[in-house]
């Protein structure tokens, strides 16, 4: 397994950026972001995902120099236009704006519409939690999942993400409405491994844990099956009326890629406006001392809470370095004009 420095990473995949017409402050934040994304595991939303995003830039779905705009200021919420800019640096600047409004009113509640595919939704619950906010977000997305019952792709596999701040250790969850999302069935595919549960359908209409058979028939499993295809409906209909943007059928009439034209919405709110320090740090750690102390069903595994992998990751991979596929990372050199 090849392992690559964060600085090394960052720094190619700036270049790549850089090379397909981005300035480079916004190269680098963006940069960023791919990178940690990568250090903290998700692979998928990270170093895999810079290929799409500069395809994207050339294609003029991505405006690389574009910024939000503000549509409607409601006091305590916040509409912007994110003019088909950079997604990563849209949900930074309305994350950010949220949490500005909340530490003024308590609660803040910034969307977008008009937005792009944010790679890795959890960043921006991080961000939150970082400032001392509870985050939650979510974001719409095209077509890409059977809603339960059906065969062919009707409704969003939604991310939403929640996190909550911990001076331990933030609790951030950060799911997409299947059991799986199609980065873990790419970077499982290209470890050469099985899932862990079955995760979609095959060609004769089977569940499977075979990662490649589920892509090739775009049959993801909504979690929890009708649940999680209601959960996504209903998603996607709350971010279109709180944006003023498309739902998933019009971000498929859009036809501007993954998430072309897509709607976000980001909460943040600050419990110290509602509770004391001390009743904060006690019902967090009371509920997490319960949960790791849980009777594991396998006697040789841990029980985690959320964020609490994506912890241990980062550490292990900024101290050994962090792994990357080897034919993506050539491909990514290649576009960063490195030999």
């Given at each position: 397994?090849?392992?690559?420095?964060?600085?090394?990473?960052?720094?190619?995949?700036?270049?790549?950026?850089?090379n397909?017409?981005?300035?480079?402050?916004?190269?680098?934040?963006?940069?960023?972001?791919?990178?940690?994304?990568?250090?903290?595991?998700?692979?998928?939303?990270g170093?895999?995902?810079?290929?799409?995003f500069?395809?994207?830039?050339?294609?003029?779905?991505?405006?690389?120099?574009?910024?939000?705009?503000?549509?409607?200021n409601?006091?305590?919420?916040?509409?912007?236009?994110?003019?088909?800019?950079?997604?990563?640096?849209?949900?930074?600047?309305?994350?950010?704006?949220?949490?500005?409004?909340?530490a003024?009113?308590?609660?803040?509640l910034?969307?977008?519409n008009?937005?792009?595919?944010?790679?890795?939704?959890?960043?921006?619950?991080?961000?939150?939690?970082?400032?001392?906010?509870?985050?939650?977000?979510?974001?719409n997305?095209?077509?890409?999942?059977p809603?339960?019952?059906?065969?062919?792709?009707?409704?969003?596999?939604?991310?939403?993400?929640?996190?909550?701040?911990?001076?331990?250790?933030?609790v951030?969850?950060?799911?997409?409405?299947?059991?799986?999302?199609?980065?873990?069935?790419?970077?499982?595919?290209?470890?050469?491994?099985?899932?862990?549960?079955?995760?979609?359908?095959?060609?004769?209409?089977?569940?499977?844990?075979?990662?490649?058979?589920?892509?090739?028939?775009?049959?993801?499993?909504?979690?929890?099956?009708?649940k999680?295809?209601?959960?996504?409906?209903m998603?996607?209909?709350?971010?279109?009326?709180?944006?003023?943007?498309?739902?998933?059928?019009?971000?498929?009439?859009?036809?501007?890629?993954?998430?072309?034209?897509?709607?976000?919405?980001?909460?943040?709110?600050?419990?110290?406006?509602?509770?004391?320090?001390?009743?904060?740090?006690?019902?967090?750690?009371?509920?997490?001392?319960?949960?790791?102390?849980?009777?594991?069903?396998?006697?040789?595994?841990?029980?985690?809470?959320?964020?609490?992998?994506?912890?241990k990751?980062?550490l292990?991979?900024?101290e050994l370095?962090?792994?990357?596929?080897?034919g993506?990372?050539?491909?990514?050199?290649?576009?960063?004009?490195?030999?």
């Open positions: 397994m090849t392992r690559i420095s964060f600085n090394e990473m960052k720094a190619t995949i700036k270049s790549a950026f850089m397909a017409g981005m300035p480079e402050e916004k190269a680098d934040i963006c940069a960023q972001v791919h990178t940690e994304s990568s250090r903290d595991g998700v692979y998928s939303h170093l895999n995902r810079v290929e799409r500069v395809d994207y830039l050339g294609k003029g779905w991505v405006d690389g120099n574009a910024a939000p705009t503000l549509e409607l409601l006091g305590s919420m916040e509409i912007y236009n994110g003019n088909l800019g950079p997604g990563i640096l849209n949900a930074l600047f309305a994350m950010n704006r949220a949490t500005e409004i909340a003024q009113n308590g609660l803040g910034v969307s977008l008009n937005t792009t595919h944010w790679m890795r939704g959890g960043a921006y619950g991080w961000q939150a939690a970082e400032k001392g906010f509870i985050g939650i977000c979510w974001t997305t095209e077509s890409c999942m809603a339960w019952g059906a065969k062919s792709c009707g409704i969003g596999n939604n991310p939403f993400i929640m996190a909550v701040p911990r001076k331990e250790g933030h951030v969850l950060d799911m997409a409405m299947s059991q799986y999302s199609y980065g873990k069935l790419q970077t499982t595919r290209l470890k050469d491994q099985k899932l862990p549960y079955p995760g979609g359908f095959d060609q004769e209409g089977k569940l499977t844990d075979n990662p490649g058979e589920i892509e090739e028939t775009r049959r993801i499993l909504p979690m929890g099956f009708w999680g295809s209601g959960f996504a409906v998603l996607d209909l709350i971010s279109a009326l709180l944006s003023g943007g498309l739902t998933t059928s019009g971000i498929d009439k859009a036809d501007k890629g993954s998430c072309g034209s897509c709607c976000q919405i980001f909460i943040a709110i600050d419990p110290q406006k509602i509770n004391t320090q001390e009743f904060i740090d006690q019902a967090l750690n009371e509920t997490i001392e319960q949960l790791k102390s849980s009777v594991p069903a396998n006697e040789n595994a841990e029980i985690f809470y959320p964020g609490e992998q994506s912890l990751t980062r292990e991979n900024m370095g962090i792994p990357v596929d080897d993506i990372w050539a491909n990514v050199k290649a576009l960063a004009k490195l030999s």
